[in-house]
């Protein structure tokens, strides 16, 4: 029995039976769910779905009163004389009301047409409501009926002049006696409101693996429910419209600001999964905006409509301003702030329930990508003075027998705190993921329990903490839904959350207490012998440490290698890592680089080469690992001095920039570069599904960007062989 897919029109007939595919089968044409196909009873159902046409507001009157509803069935039949036909069902009060009056307005809707447009005009009736009380962007045309003033691109006016009776519809055929043109826009069509708007559940195109690289619409890749996108949506417009109030009574109340920053921060991909958490934040910033005398509301269907290329841009910029939150909040955790960044907060949000024009949205990025500079310095500052300069470490992948906790995200804070409270109990304590570079830190690396790193980056939790003997921390931005063979073991701080996981919170003072966490540890006992473990190249063990203190201690060695020829160029290949195939791009672009050159890295892009032995150049290993993600400063600190020392730009340096995307921390750091007037930077594994091609093509033709092709093309063509 064959199945189609109702909101793309894609026809299952594959060998397996229908109902015996796995649950999370997917349409492979449009990415939903099994529920959203249904059994096809009659060829001509799927014949019919392919029909695509526009879709319009009828609207009509009586004696007392107005009324419309949607109506998809309109065709033009001639133009001299200008005739149309179109059918309405029997059931719709519109139909009656036409059938006596005779006389109709047509408005032709666009496709930035809301969904609660049609929830007006579609699902309710005319005979239980007034929509237009509800639907109130009308105006009246010159034969006295309403049509829509907004989502719409042109608006006819005519009279019925023949009927036909069709059985469940009437068939009207109707003289256009008036009509008016209003923008370019696109029709909507029937095809797009059903994928679009009648079963979208949620809207974001945020990350890198966002469904068929264009927009998560039925639940996210992520494992975002519709649920906790809608809070999210919320807690964004509470977070600009506090923004607002703040800026018109001019304030910068440290409080606020914190909470701008955690509300951003909250909506990072793969943070916080827990709605009700997400309206709690979201109630408190409400709280404090009242405070303030504010009652503006700004509608969740803002926050991604509208024209195509300010949609991109207004996006970009509050994807920019999510990922520079992740550093913010680091940076204050440690006691690091400063007013320009606090400041720029207030402004960048609250720009974002402004028009402005293409020129300004772009002045907006590019200052973004100048502030986010300063606040990835002040991060490495506030890292630096608690935990010293990472300096050069080796760590091993071996994790020991007995009790111990793995620790994943990027916050050094909880780290510490945790080797605090584990000193001399028995617990020994793993690095995963982001937090690798924490043992390149002297006030880290000196706790002995501090011992390894486990696992590789995030995207590769659910298979590697399955059955694991010990609890794990989350400490930011890496939590994938957790499987039931570790939910149990699950722990959550700052914010961080996950529905029924354990979640640790701060007291008054910033303190976290482990104590369930370390019992936990020790009642689970860990491995009973030894275990080797290994990276995805098979290396037991990594190096990190490479921070741009080290670094540019040894610029002479460098810059003579550079001179004598031992060094010819330099690849900086980091960025996230993710879960898509094509991210081997990286690993062969690595093996693929030749002997005389040097690749730094940071983020967990890393994690795809960074257990390769690729040899040695000079004293130094051909890998250089800098750190985490906000270590991005150190490293544009490094090219920033190599240009210095070479007398020369940082594009004129043999420096090739080769990074990969997958959150919002890499939209921020992808404006700083930019800001800088970075250029010829390769960038993968897919291009933004936000950038629109308009904006795209700037980013193109002013700085140069190239989506990665094969590491082959790249490499010839980077290193001048092509
Ligand atoms: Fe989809 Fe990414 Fe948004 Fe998750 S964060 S819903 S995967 S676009």
Redesign the pocket.
């Known amino acids: 029995m064959k199945h189609v897919c109702i909101i793309c029109g894609y026809v299952y007939d594959g060998a397996l039976p229908f109902g015996e595919l796995p649950d999370d089968y997917v349409c492979p044409i449009c990415g939903v769910t099994k529920n959203k196909f249904e059994v096809i009873t009659h060829n001509f159902k799927e014949a019919f779905l392919k029909i695509n046409y526009g879709l319009y507001v009828l609207t009509t009157k009586d004696e007392t009163r107005d009324n419309g509803c949607v109506m998809d069935a309109v065709m033009q039949l001639t133009d001299e004389p200008p005739i149309i036909a179109f059918s309405i069902n029997k059931v719709n009060l519109t139909h009656d009301m036409l059938l006596n009056s005779r006389e109709f307005n047509i408005s032709v809707l666009t496709n930035d047409a809301p969904k609660e447009l049609f929830r007006v005009f579609s699902t309710k009736s005319g005979r239980d409501v007034n929509k237009f009380d509800e639907f109130t962007d009308v105006k009246r045309s010159s034969n006295g009926i309403l049509y829509l003033s907004k989502f719409i691109n042109a608006r006819l006016s005519g009279k019925a002049v023949d009927i036909i009776d069709t059985g469940t519809h009437t068939l009207f055929k109707g003289e256009i006696m008036e009509t008016e043109i209003f923008n370019d826009k696109e029709t909507l069509t029937y095809s797009d409101y059903r994928k679009e708007i009648k079963y979208r559940q949620m809207f ?4 890198q ?3 068929k690289g264009s ?2 619409t039925m639940a ?3 494992g ?1 429910k519709p649920d906790t ?1 809608h809070e999210q949506d919320i807690l964004t417009c509470e977070t600009i419209a506090l923004a607002a109030a703040m800026q018109d009574v001019n304030t910068d109340d440290t409080r606020m600001i914190g909470l701008i920053v955690d509300g951003l921060f909250t909506c990072v ?1 793969n943070v916080n999964f827990d709605s009700a958490s997400i309206a709690a934040l979201a109630g408190e910033m409400k709280a404090e905006r009242i405070k303030l005398g504010d009652t503006r509301t700004i509608e969740a269907d803002r926050l991604f409509g509208g024209d195509e290329d300010i949609r991109s841009l207004r996006s970009t910029l509050l994807f920019g301003l999510r990922g520079m939150a992740a550093y913010a909040h680091h940076a204050r955790i440690l006691g690091k702030r400063s007013s320009e960044v606090d400041k720029w907060f207030v402004k960048g949000v609250a720009a974002l329930a402004d028009e402005h024009s293409i020129d300004e949205w772009l002045g907006l990025l590019m200052y973004l990508g100048k502030v986010n500079l300063k606040c990835m310095a002040l991060l490495d500052e506030a890292n630096t003075t608690v935990y010293g300069n990472p300096v050069p470490s080796q760590v091993s992948l071996l994790v020991e027998k007995g009790p111990f906790i793995v620790v994943t995200g990027h916050d050094l804070c909880d780290l510490k705190m945790l080797l605090e409270q584990t000193a001399g109990k028995g617990v020994n304590v793993y690095t995963h993921g982001e937090m690798l570079p924490a043992h390149g830190y002297p006030e880290l690396k000196k706790y002995t329990q501090l011992k390894g790193h486990f696992g590789t980056a995030w995207q590769n939790q659910q298979n590697e903490f399955k059955n694991l003997p010990a609890p794990i921390l989350w400490t930011t931005n890496c939590l994938m839904p957790p499987k039931e063979s570790y939910a149990d073991r699950v722990y959550t701080t700052s914010v961080v959350r996950y529905p029924a996981m354990s979640h640790i919170e701060s007291d008054v003072n910033g303190r976290k207490d482990f104590t369930k966490l370390i019992n936990h540890a020790i009642a689970l006992g860990g491995f009973t012998e030894d275990r080797q473990f290994a990276g995805i190249n098979g290396g037991t063990s990594m190096t990190t440490g490479f921070g741009r203190q080290t670094v540019l201690d040894n610029a002479p060695v460098i810059i003579d290698a550079v001179k004598a020829g031992a060094i010819k160029h330099f690849f900086l290949v980091g960025g996230c890592d993710g879960a898509q195939s094509v991210r081997s791009y990286y690993t062969d672009f690595v093996k693929q680089t030749p002997k005389d050159t040097a690749v730094l890295t940071l983020a967990c892009g890393k994690f795809r080469f960074n257990d390769l032995d690729v040899g040695m150049i000079g004293p130094f290993p051909r890998i250089l690992d800098m750190g985490q993600c906000n270590d991005a400063y150190g490293a544009i600190r490094v090219a920033v001095a190599l240009a210095g020392a070479f007398n020369c730009g940082v594009n004129d340096l043999p420096l090739t920039l080769v990074l990969s995307w997958y959150e919002q921390k890499a939209v921020c750091i992808l404006l700083t570069l930019l800001s800088l007037g970075i250029k010829n930077i390769y960038i993968g594994p897919s291009i933004p599904a936000f950038f629109s091609e308009t904006v795209l093509s700037v980013l193109v033709e002013k700085f140069n960007i190239h989506p990665i092709t094969t590491p082959e093309n790249d490499l010839a063509l980077i290193l001048g062989k092509s």
């Not at 974001?204 to 990350?207: A, E």
Request: proline share 0%; glycine share 6%.
């Open positions: 974001c195109f945020q990350c693996q966002t469904a927009s998560c996210g890749v992520c975002k996108a991909t």
